[in-house]
Structure formats: structure tokens, C-alpha cells
């Protein structure tokens, strides 16, 4: 798109840091493109318990100390992705 503006202009630099984090966080752990072998569904369903958390239980995840919200955005990200 050669009109797309800056994405610094939409996401602030320290959310995207965070959603960075979680990925790396989730190479290390499960390495390779496995999140490929999981459907929408599951991604989906990911999501929305992390989205669940962040509301009724803690805003961070335990193991990463990362938002359940980054963690939920990854989450999308990977259902948008799967064919």
C-alpha cells in the first residue's frame, strides 16, 4: 500500500515491543512454524482466554509477564495467518 501512513502513528512502539516479545517467547518454546498446524478455531479460542484473563483474572501472563493482550493480538495474528 503506498498510501499506508506510519505504523508508529496508529500502534505506540511499546505494544509492539511487547507482541514482539511474545513471539520470540513462543519461538523458544514450540520451534518451527507450528502455530501453521493449529486452525482458526484453536487460535481463536487462545484469543479469547487470553482476553478472559486479562479481564477477570490478572493482565499478565505468569509465564512470560507479558499482557494477555499481547498475547491475545498474536493469537489473531495467527488466525488471520492460517490458510
Same mark, same amino acid.
Given at each position: 500500500?503506498?498510501?499506508?501512513? &506510519?505504523?508508529?502513528? @496508529?500502534?505506540?512502539?511499546?505494544?509492539?515491543?511487547?507482541?514482539?516479545?511474545?513471539?520470540?517467547?513462543?519461538?523458544?518454546? +514450540?520451534? *518451527?512454524?507450528?502455530?501453521?498446524?493449529?486452525?482458526?478455531?484453536? +487460535?481463536?479460542? #487462545?484469543?479469547?482466554? +487470553?482476553?478472559? #484473563? @486479562?479481564?477477570?483474572? *490478572?493482565?499478565? &501472563?505468569?509465564?512470560?509477564?507479558?499482557? #494477555?493482550?499481547? #498475547?491475545?493480538?498474536?493469537?489473531?495474528?495467527?488466525?488471520? *495467518?492460517?490458510?
Amino acid at each position: 500500500m503506498n498510501n499506508m501512513r &506510519d505504523i508508529r502513528l @496508529y500502534i505506540p512502539q511499546g505494544i509492539t515491543n511487547e507482541v514482539f516479545r511474545v513471539l520470540n517467547f513462543g519461538d523458544r518454546k +514450540h520451534p *518451527g512454524e507450528n502455530w501453521k498446524k493449529q486452525s482458526v478455531i484453536t +487460535h481463536l479460542w #487462545h484469543a479469547i482466554g +487470553h482476553i478472559f #484473563h @486479562y479481564l477477570f483474572i *490478572g493482565k499478565k &501472563d505468569k509465564e512470560t509477564q507479558c499482557s #494477555h493482550l499481547a #498475547h491475545a493480538v498474536c493469537r489473531l495474528m495467527f488466525a488471520m *495467518g492460517v490458510k
